[in-house]
């Protein structure tokens, strides 16, 4: 035990690494397959990066602890007299000083241990057993930061307990690259933290900014921090502009006309003939929008996920913008009344959280099934990708051709660049469902699993009504019926 131990165990996994470096190389006794040495050759190389995946999440948990016994044991060694923030300093450096990582990197770094460590044994497991990878368990860290012990562990077993009563569905967390899991631990935080979005929403707004950083090469980055349905919806109507712009003889990319279209908005004054042909006023139709401007013809539809008592206002619990995420029920009531030309409103169940009714202003046969797709769906279904479901194509996974059907459970919305991947090589999406998207077959037969929206039923207002009443009705209760029962009745009639 001790200092040989590991000197010893170090240089195993040296050796080991010389091996597998071998492999990678080609320069093997045996080949991977006798009867097709190249296929083995490739299936080979995918097998290393598999097991590579496995072995780098249980050397990050090996770092942890090891970083989180060193910064227990030399604040033993320093004793009392040294102050607590000098000692966290030092231990930070030394760390960066071994890991070769600047003095925030560190000091992240030394956090996230500690987190792991100390206060998330669900996520500790996985990373040891390279079910997670660092990256995933930073995602952890950060979401759960802000919630107290119940709620870190509420979040961890949702998503790392199959057996957790409600677990999260479709697409393993390690299997999706850490930016999704991202996105679904922050709506699921959203959901049952006891914070209040609409405070942490108004800090927000009062933080809001406009910021320049220099760049290389003679180029800058004009960024703004604004409330989401603003920024949604000037993101999507600039993609909308762009995307008709896009002809034969328009040589620039969908990224380069945005970035001009853009230009063109804040270095004009948005009036012009040209502006308003060309679609550059990008003035976002949410809540507080400005209005001043002659207002672009571009028109990019956003769905607006609305549980039916939070539009109502008898529960505060967030809605969900297409696009974004979780948003303060407060703008998404706004959007709502407000008409937004944009914003299109999606009711969900109370009982079960699904989809239950589509604005009518978008019902059309062809509109509505793809608004179905866009809300199963959320996102281009390839794994990874987190293109908006706004820019992307309706797709048959089984042909028409071959006898495939014009439905929800034969239909994808991939984004342009994996419908090509889909129609140029042997990428093949599998078979989907009324709720949920296809799967991904790659050319070497290996499937993975699609991300599948975390849709839950909404949470009910208090069963007591103040009078009894529904405001201006008749008395609701009737027949032993509760009166949100009774007036949910009559809601979801009111809205068939």
Known sequence: ??????????????????????????????????????AGLADGCLEILAGSREVEAGIAAVKAKAAVGYMESAA?????????????????AEIGCVLALGPRAASSFLVTSHAVTATLPRTLEALQAGAISWSHAVVMADETACLDPAGAAALEAHFLDPDAPDPARGCPVGQLPAHRFKAKARTWRERHQAGSIEKRHAKGVADRRVEFRPDQDGMAWLSAYLPADQALAGWNRLTAAARGMQGPDEPRSMPQLRADTFAEAILTNGTTNDAETRGSSIFTEGAGAARDRAESPIRAQVLVTVPVFSLLG??????????????????????????AGSFYRVLVDPRDGAPLEIGRTSYR????????????????????????????????????????????????????????????TAWKPTPATKNEPPGWTSPTGRHYQSEHQDWEPPRWPDRKWPDGKWPGSVDLVRHGASPWEDALERFLRAHA
């Open 314 to 339: 008898l529960t505060d619990e967030p809605a969900v913008l297409d696009g974004y995420g979780p948003i303060p029920p407060s703008m998404a009531r706004a959007l709502v009344a407000s008409g």
């Open 1 to 38: 035990m001790g200092k040989a131990t590991v000197v010893r165990a170090f240089e195993e996994i040296k050796a080991a690494l010389a091996v597998l470096n071998a492999e990678a190389d080609g320069a093997r006794a045996v080949p991977f397959s006798a009867a097709d040495p190249l």
């Open 365 to 424: 046969v062809t509109g509505a099934m793809r608004a179905w797709l866009r809300l199963r769906d959320g996102k281009c279904p390839f794994p990874g990708c987190s293109n908006n479901s706004l820019d992307n194509d309706a797709d048959h996974i089984l042909a028409w051709a071959n006898g495939g059907t014009t439905g929800i459970s034969n239909l994808g919305q991939p984004c342009p660049k994996h419908h090509k991947l889909r129609h140029t």
């Open 76 to 92: 033993a060694v320093a004793g009392p007299d040294v102050p607590v923030r000098a000692q966290e300093m030092a231990v930070a």
